[in-house]
C-alpha cells in the first residue's frame, strides 16, 4: 500500500512539475499560450505526456526507496549513540511510528515538502548493527557514515 501512496505522490508532483514549466515557458512568451500549438500532437499530447508520467510515478518507489544493513559494532548503547550522532548530522530527529518503531525525519521544513513527506528513515537493531530503510539516496549515505563512525 505504501508504494502506491508514494507513486500517487509523486504522479501528482511531476504533474504539477510539468504545469509550472509550461505555465513559466507560456509567461515568459517563448511559447503560445494554445496547447494545439505547444505540442506536436495537440491535445491529444496531454493524455500522452499524463501516461507517461503515470510510468515514471510507478517505477520511481522501486529505486527510490530502499532497505540497507549497516554493520555497527559494540553494545546496543554504544551503537545507538553513534547512529544517534550521524543522524543529527544528516539533519533528522528522532520520532515514534506506528507501533512503536524508531522512526527518525527531517527536522526541516522544505526537504520534508521537496519529498513530500515521504523522508522517514526506519530505524530496526539486528545482530551486526541497524536495517535501514528509506529513502536509497540517504540510506546509503547514512550506512557510509555509520560505517566510518564506528
Known sequence: M???????????QLMVILVLIISV??????????ISQIFVNGYDSLWQIALMMAVFAAI??????????????????EASAVLGRVMTAFGYEP??????????????????LFRLWEDGV??????????????????????????DSA
Do not use: H, M, N, Q
Not at 2 to 12: G, P, Q, T
Not at 63 to 69: A, E, L
Open 2 to 12: 505504501r508504494y502506491l501512496i508514494r507513486a500517487l505522490k509523486y504522479y501528482v
Open 95 to 112: 520520532v515514534t511510528g506506528k507501533g512503536g518503531e524508531p522512526v527518525w525525519r527531517k527536522r526541516a521544513f522544505a526537504p520534508r
Open 122 to 147: 526506519r530505524v530496526s537493531r539486528c545482530i551486526s548493527g541497524f536495517e535501514l530503510e528509506g529513502p536509497s539516496k540517504d540510506i546509503t549515505r547514512i550506512c557510509s557514515a555509520l560505517r
Open 25 to 34: 515557458l507560456v509567461l515568459a512568451g517563448f511559447v503560445e499560450s494554445d
Open 60 to 77: 520511481y518507489p522501486r529505486f527510490g526507496y530502499s532497505r540497507r544493513t549497516a554493520i555497527v559494532p559494540g553494545d546496543d548503547d
